[in-house]
């Protein structure tokens, strides 16, 4: 799809898997950071020391509110990453930066 009237780049993008709500939440002294949706979340790494940074390859189960896992698409990696990053610029006026 090209450029044009009504054109957004989301547009281009596959339909979510993700749940529409969801929340995040930090753990500052073990350096993990959660995205929860209402049944199962994802945790990953983050340091702040040095810039707040997380790590993508960290992103690998998700965990179920049954006690199940299963493990993290490509595309969901990379939709939950634009979710964190833009929910810390939105809600924490912090810039993430995100290391493979």
Same mark, same amino acid.
């Given at each position: 799809? !090209? =450029?044009? #009237?009504?054109?957004?780049? +989301?547009?281009?993008? #596959?339909?979510s898997s993700l749940s529409e709500t969801y929340s995040i939440e930090t753990e500052f002294r073990?350096? /993990?950071?959660?995205?929860i949706e209402p049944a199962r979340r994802v945790s990953m790494m983050w340091t702040w020391t040095? !810039?707040?940074? @997380?790590?993508? +390859? %960290? @992103?690998?189960?998700?965990?179920?509110?049954?006690? /199940? %896992?299963? !493990? *993290? /698409?490509?595309?969901?990696?990379? $939709? @939950?990453?634009?979710?964190? *990053?833009?929910? =810390?610029?939105?809600? $924490?006026? =912090?810039?993430?930066? *995100?290391? #493979?």
């Amino acid at each position: 799809m !090209g =450029a044009g #009237p009504g054109y957004t780049p +989301s547009m281009d993008l #596959p339909p979510s898997s993700l749940s529409e709500t969801y929340s995040i939440e930090t753990e500052f002294r073990g350096e /993990t950071l959660h995205y929860i949706e209402p049944a199962r979340r994802v945790s990953m790494m983050w340091t702040w020391t040095d !810039g707040y940074r @997380i790590y993508a +390859s %960290s @992103i690998a189960r998700w965990e179920h509110a049954d006690g /199940t %896992s299963a !493990g *993290v /698409t490509d595309e969901e990696r990379n $939709q @939950i990453i634009d979710r964190v *990053v833009t929910y =810390a610029r939105v809600h $924490q006026h =912090a810039k993430l930066i *995100v290391e #493979p």
